[in-house]
């Protein structure tokens, strides 16, 4: 990225200094894009011998270049949030714990074979913990193979016995040692007290493949491409990054408002 950044840079610096060159009388004056090569080469060895004087310019360029399109993505995902807030934080088949009225909400988008997604289990339940104004809304994204797939049905289909059987199911998958599959996701879920044979139904429902659906149309239009991934209001805040950060943000969120949930 930074090279092809530095790329563009280079073009663009060639062309201004091609006009100051122009205009400071070093090179006669012609239309846009109507060098001639002799006048071509000149620029290009006017350009290199600034650049070898200058070089440092190259990484304050392509700093400002990096923060101008990190404006540009925070930009695109705020619309896309508030385009599809009714999705992101009031779909009927998430998991939410928390606050479920909460004025201020955060989404996790995870994976139950993803090892960072179970180190952000303690996370997730801390912050819950000091946020007693916070709604969690848990999405199933399962893109390690078709294990995770079968375990977030099972998940999604344990929504309708109760939220708080969906969490303890939730709880289980995370914790539990090894890769996780449907014949796991369904040990457990007898473990937690779930009708098994009700679940083994409705994980075939129409709802839940519409839920899993619209949870990687959501991702993909984030460009979310790894778990765990955080939206904290309209902001997206991807990786396993620790208590202490998602708590930073979430208190960032909490004192500007949270206009989209």
Known sequence: MIMASKQKIRVSLMAGLAALAVAAGSVAP?????????????????????????????NDMVAVLEKRQKAQ??????????????????????????????????????????????????????????????????KEFPILGPDSMEAAKYALAAR??????????????????????????????????????KLKKDAESEDVKQALQTNLALADALGIRGTPAFVIGDKLVPGALGFERLNREVAALRKKGCTVC
């Open 73 to 138: 993505q925070a930009q695109r995902e705020k619309a896309v949030v508030a385009a599809h807030a009714a999705a992101f934080y009031h779909s009927p088949h998430d998991l939410v714990i928390g606050n479920p009225e909460g004025p201020i909400a955060m989404v996790e988008f995870m994976d139950y074979n993803c090892g960072f997604c179970r180190r952000s289990l303690e996370d997730v339940q801390k912050l819950r913990e000091a946020n007693k104004d916070l709604k969690i809304v848990i």
């Open 30 to 58: 012609v239309a846009a894009g109507s060098f001639s090569p002799e006048q071509r080469k000149e620029i290009e060895q006017i350009v290199r011998e600034w650049l070898l004087k200058n070089p440092e310019i190259l």
């Open 160 to 197: 309708k016995q109760g939220m708080d059987k969906y969490w303890d199911l939730h709880v289980a998958l995370l914790k539990h040692k090894g890769r996780v599959n449907g014949e796991v996701a369904l040990a457990l879920a007898r473990r937690v007290g779930l009708d098994v044979e």
